[in-house]
């Protein structure tokens, strides 16, 4: 096994990140690469975002040296599509993946209550929150390496505890899904040296957060918080590389609540 150098915890190891091209994904496929780490970024759609973002990592490095980014288109409810996103890891990078970090996900910025929710709305979600999520942890637990460096990183959010807000039912109980999901493949993964948590943010500046919010809407979400404002993405992204890296391994089976103490 390969050893990583202080300045560089996780040199030698490939890192998967769905929706890893904006938002807190971006910020989480940046910080991990400035670890060291080989980056698939992983997108549904808008290949433009993560081929700018590829080619701004690889420019970042001496270019006599391989690359250290790539991006994978991946439809996250296609099992094949997923299967090959893996099989992409290992051919360009020449190595299992070492971690994943599933961020892929969607909030409808209607805020629907349960009353007013259409069947297509839930099922949208359940679709990218809930199913996708499944689909890639299945895939982890099966093609992580089992060097004792495999991370599995499920990002979900603080609403599931706490402030269970009115219009956000579809997106709080499919995020709690995985939650529960995760501590249970924590325990099935025994003797694997993988370890799997969830990283739970609280309100954080990004495109989704902001969707469908007035400024009213955004000012109060910040004065709720004790700290007086919104989170950032990099306030996520460290506790996503401190998770992956060795420091990291005595966590297992965790729900991480990065919120500031938010509360409603």
């Known amino acids: 096994m390969e050893k990583s150098s202080p300045s560089l915890p996780l040199a030698c190891r490939v890192a998967i990140v769905t929706g890893g091209s ?14 060291g780490a080989k980056v698939v970024i992983n997108y549904a759609s808008n290949s433009n975002q993560a081929d700018l973002l590829v080619a701004e990592l690889n420019s970042a490095v001496n270019s006599s040296s391989p690359l250290v980014a790539i991006a994978v288109r991946a439809d996250v409810l296609n099992p094949d599509q997923v299967k090959t996103l893996f099989d992409r890891a290992e051919e360009d990078f020449g ?39 499944f689909l890639y942890c299945r895939e982890a637990t099966n093609r992580l390496t089992h060097e004792g460096r495999g991370r599995i990183i499920m990002i979900t959010t603080s609403l599931v505890v706490g402030s269970l807000l009115p ?20 325990k099935e993964l025994k ?3 993988i370890t799997a948590n969830c990283v739970a943010p609280g309100p954080v500046a990004t495109e989704m957060f902001f969707s469908g919010k007035t400024e009213e809407m955004v000012k109060g979400v910040a004065d709720a918080c004790p700290l007086g404002w919104v989170g950032k993405p990099d306030d996520i992204s460290g506790i996503v590389g401190f998770l ?12 991480i609540r990065a919120n500031g103490e938010f509360f409603i």
């Open 22 to 35: 904006r938002g807190i994904g971006r910020a989480i496929t940046v910080h991990l690469q400035s670890l």
């Open 167 to 186: 219009g956000h039912a579809g997106y709080v109980a499919l995020k709690a899904t995985v939650e529960t999901m995760t501590k249970i493949v924590a």
């Open 244 to 255: 992956a890296g060795d420091a990291g391994e005595w966590i297992n089976g965790q729900i």
């Open 191 to 193: 003797g694997s040296g």
């Open 95 to 133: 190595c299992q993946a070492h971690i994943l970090v599933n961020c892929a996900g969607v909030l409808n910025p209607k805020y629907p209550i349960v009353a007013n929710t259409t069947v297509a709305d839930w099922d949208m979600m359940l679709n990218v929150n809930a199913e996708g999520a």
